[in-house]
């Protein structure tokens, strides 16, 4: 799998947007790059995924480089509740199995 | 909600004991996956089974087994416990096994061996 990486804390003040960015120089084309969070040892909670178009849905955007080396999660306007680690995952795809392997993350912190 | 079911949420037990998580599924899913969180060493892949067959292995000790049924649902064993089996395991499951499906974990079983 493609190695991640992720710079291991940031803040961001409430109502502002989040901008968390993931460098995934040795991606390759087929594999997709994940977000997930994690709010305080509950399950990590699925965000959003993409492979090479920019992707949006109700909790966040996800903007890949055209080259894919590197993406960002924007959560538009952060609130107290988006504190938590987030991980950037990159993982190839196989029918035969796989799984998600989670790296350090980055810890955000949503400031008032 | 993710839809995934974990029992228990809470486990006390002592060094040298075996114990079973339990794990439900989110309705429909084929796929499940173990996962452990410890202080020092993060979210840790276990396993994975994709309806009823092991598919994918990660990290698991030797004194670990788990298993899927047909109902679906999949139990992960804890054998001749230690100390540093202490930590928050959670399940997981996605509908099918491709990189598309997207992974719903859930609110993990919190594991102290004292």
């Known amino acids: 799998d493609a190695k991640t990486t992720q710079p291991p804390s940031m803040d961001c003040a409430e109502g502002r947007a989040a901008n968390l960015p993931c460098n995934h120089s040795t991606i390759s084309g087929n594999e997709y790059v994940y977000w997930y969070r994690q709010i305080h040892s509950q399950g990590p909670q699925y965000i959003i995924h993409?492979?090479?178009n920019n992707e949006t849905n109700e909790m966040a955007s996800l903007i890949i480089t055209e080259d894919r080396k590197s993406s960002t999660l924007i959560l538009p306007h952060a609130t107290l509740r988006d504190t938590a680690v987030y991980y950037c995952i990159v993982r190839v795809g196989s029918n035969s199995g796989y799984a998600l392997n989670f790296g350090k993350g980055t810890s955000l912190l949503v400031t008032p | 909600d993710s839809g995934v079911t974990q029992t228990p949420k809470h486990l006390i037990t002592a060094t040298g004991q075996r114990v079973t998580l339990r794990c439900s599924p989110r309705?429909?899913?084929?796929?499940v996956y173990w996962y452990q969180q410890s202080l020092d060493q993060g979210l840790q892949f276990l396993i994975q089974?994709?309806?009823?067959?092991?598919?994918a292995k990660g990290n698991i000790l030797e004194r670990f087994s788990a298993q899927q049924f047909p109902d679906l649902h999949s139990e992960l064993n804890l054998s001749s416990l230690e100390l540093g089996d202490s930590a928050l395991y959670f399940c997981?499951?996605?509908?099918?096994?491709?990189?598309?499906?997207?992974?719903?974990f859930g609110e993990g079983s919190w594991l102290t061996v004292v």
């Open positions: 993409g492979l090479k």
């Open positions: 309705s429909g899913d084929l796929s």
């Open positions: 997981a499951s996605s509908a099918l096994t491709g990189v598309g499906n997207t992974i719903y």
């Open positions: 089974y994709y309806n009823g067959e092991e598919r």
